[in-house]
């Protein structure tokens, strides 16, 4: 008899994500208090959907030659990630300019990325999923303003730690 083919379920990532930072870090990225997340500057609605939060890096190759082989075998080699952040800014509003005025240049801090969060729940909670990163902020630059479109900025975040994957907040 023919199985019938499974599909698993998937899960949307629109509205899904939430980004906070901590300025000075946390105790431990691996196991991120419910208090601490709680208590982080939540920047995600100021984060643009497109380009808002883009990770990326790569891993050298080591070349691992044999003299009784013909062929290069490879080993992986070091990485490097990198972290570019792009948000809207409000110079006429303080309290509607959060981003801008938290990831101030040469400000050291955790930022945490929440997974699978409802659209609606901006509390966290502990089993929430997340991964974090120590960064730098680095220099902030006024994207240049074109038709129909909001004014940001786009910034380097240079990584100072080992990027955590994968955990969830505990309680205390």
Known sequence: SLMAQVIPKSVKTSGTRRV???????????????????????????????????????????????????????????KQKTLQVQYVFNLGEPTEDQARLTLVEGTKGTIIRFFQKDEDDDA????????????????QVVVE??????????QKLFIQSIWEPFKQVVAA
């Open 20 to 78: 906070v930072f901590v300025e000075g870090g946390v105790a431990n990225k691996a196991a991120i208090t419910k208090a601490e997340a709680t208590a982080a500057e939540n920047i995600s609605c100021y984060l643009s959907r497109q380009g808002g939060f883009e990770q990326g890096g790569e891993q050298q190759t080591i070349a691992d030659d044999r003299y009784c082989s013909s062929q290069s075998f490879e080993v992986p080699g070091s």
């Open 124 to 139: 966290f909670d502990t089993g929430d999923w997340y991964d974090a990163v120590d960064v730098e902020c680095g220099e």
């Open 145 to 154: 303003g074109e038709d129909n479109a909001v004014d940001k900025i786009r």
